[in-house]
């Protein structure tokens, strides 16, 4: 079945640090991917997503590469802020009528000033 | 503003009773959902529907249940029979159309069970 792999956490950064947070999937086909992002005692909010291979989604300084070559759809941001501190779910859905969104367990990331 | 709600953001109860978590959403979407939330688990899908009075379940159904009777609400039962109900719960709906439609999520009721 399909499955997202992300890096295990916590990741703690300084303020100003290139952030990578990895995401491998597995699924048949071609998924669309996301990332999204929840803060401390919220629900989830889409922070970008990617629908075919070689697609860059970005947003907020966030970036992320469909690369279909590699199964991966890496978070990168150049330099973090406090206000990033946050937990980062990568997820897909596979494109043939399955609506069902397949998350990773989530990667806890710490800015510290 | 369009939406979702959840109500309540906090919530109690006792072992044996069961509970009702509420979940509207005015962004006019056909599919809404419902996932559980643990530590380090991610989320896992508990139901969801497409369409009005249409609903299917999910990775973890066993002990909740749900109905569809407008679109534009989407209650989730938490049964007696769930063994480890305590959890945060999230509803989400998404317009399931075109390619990579994404899901819009609720802010989530945090369920403890003693």
């Known amino acids: 079945g399909d499955s997202v792999t992300q890096m295990e956490g916590p990741v703690t950064l300084s303020e100003e640090a290139f952030l990578t947070i990895n995401c491998t999937y597995t699924?048949?086909?071609?998924?669309?991917l996301f990332w999204y992002v929840q803060y401390p005692g919220e629900g989830l909010q889409l922070l970008l997503k990617?629908?075919?291979?070689?697609d860059k989604g970005s947003n907020k300084g966030f970036e992320a590469t469909y690369r279909k070559e590699t199964t991966s759809f890496h978070l990168e941001k150049g330099s973090v802020q406090v206000s990033d501190s946050a937990v980062y779910f990568c997820?897909?859905?596979?494109?043939?009528?399955?609506?069902?969104?397949?998350f990773g367990t989530g990667t806890r990331l710490t800015i510290i000033p | 503003d369009g939406g979702i709600t959840q109500s309540p953001k906090y919530l109690f109860r006792k072992e044996g009773q069961n509970v009702t978590l509420s979940c509207e959403q005015n962004?006019?979407?056909?599919?809404m959902y419902w996932y559980r939330q643990d530590p380090g688990q991610g989320l896992r899908l508990i139901y969801y529907s497409q369409i009005v009075n249409d609903f299917q379940k999910g990775d973890i159904a066993e002990g909740y249940s749900v109905s569809r009777e407008k679109k534009e609400s989407f209650p989730l039962t938490v049964t007696s029979a769930q063994k480890n109900p305590t959890a945060f719960y999230l509803c989400?709906?998404?317009?399931?159309?075109?390619?990579?439609?994404?899901?819009?999520f609720g802010p989530g009721t945090r369920l403890t069970v003693t």
């Open positions: 989400a709906s998404s317009n399931n159309r075109g390619r990579g439609y994404e899901q819009y």
């Open positions: 962004l006019n979407h056909d599919a």
């Open positions: 997820a897909l859905i596979p494109n043939f009528g399955n609506e069902k969104l397949t």
């Open positions: 990617a629908t075919k291979a070689d």
């Open positions: 699924a048949t086909g071609y998924p669309s």
